[in-house]
């Protein structure tokens, strides 16, 4: 069976999809919503990476809150930031953060985390994995982010993901 659907979610959400741009149930459409939603996942499949293990549930939902919690915090900062941007223009600056985690996984949500907190952008993950460049939109000390960033965001994907 899971030949024949290695994703069951991604081909019930494609054959929707289908039916829904196309506006109809025909006959028709639905062979054809039927082939897309069966033939896409499984030829996709190779490209899909391995899941991941994860160790600890609750270290994530807490990751998750503390994420939540720094979008809101720090978009009220980067709007503050802007706003009084003539008086005191913001120091934007890059920082190189050296890290301890290289699984392939958990960088992808070290990269999602980096993402969607405003402020922060990944610019570069070095070749061997051991550094990353940031750019931080306003920034007084630059030890103490890189500290507050593995902290809050490295140290509990380390202990997430293997």
């Known amino acids: 069976m899971r030949r024949l659907l290695p994703a069951p979610l991604l081909s ?3 054959f929707v999809g289908w039916l829904i741009v196309n506006g109809s149930t025909s006959p028709g459409h639905l062979l054809l919503a039927a082939t897309v939603a069966l033939a896409m996942p499984a030829l996709m499949s190779p ?3 391995a899941t991941g293990p994860v160790r ?3 270290r994530l939902a807490r990751l998750l809150v503390t994420v939540f919690g ?3 915090v720090s978009g009220v900062e980067v709007s503050f930031g802007a ?3 003539r008086r005191r223009p913001p120091r934007g600056t890059f920082v190189v953060v050296p890290l301890d985690l290289h699984h392939a996984h958990a960088l992808a949500a070290l990269a999602m985390i980096t993402a969607v907190i405003p402020g922060t952008v990944w610019t570069e993950l070095a070749p061997d994995r051991r550094t990353l460049l940031l750019h931080v939109f306003d920034l007084d000390d630059e030890t ?3 500290e507050r960033f593995k902290r809050r965001y490295e140290r509990p994907l380390l202990e997430i993901l293997p």
């Open 144 to 146: 103490a982010f890189v």
């Open 56 to 58: 600890h549930p609750l």
């Open 70 to 72: 720094d979008v809101i």
């Open 83 to 85: 706003l009084r941007a």
């Open 12 to 14: 019930f959400g494609l």
């Open 47 to 49: 490209l899909r990476p």
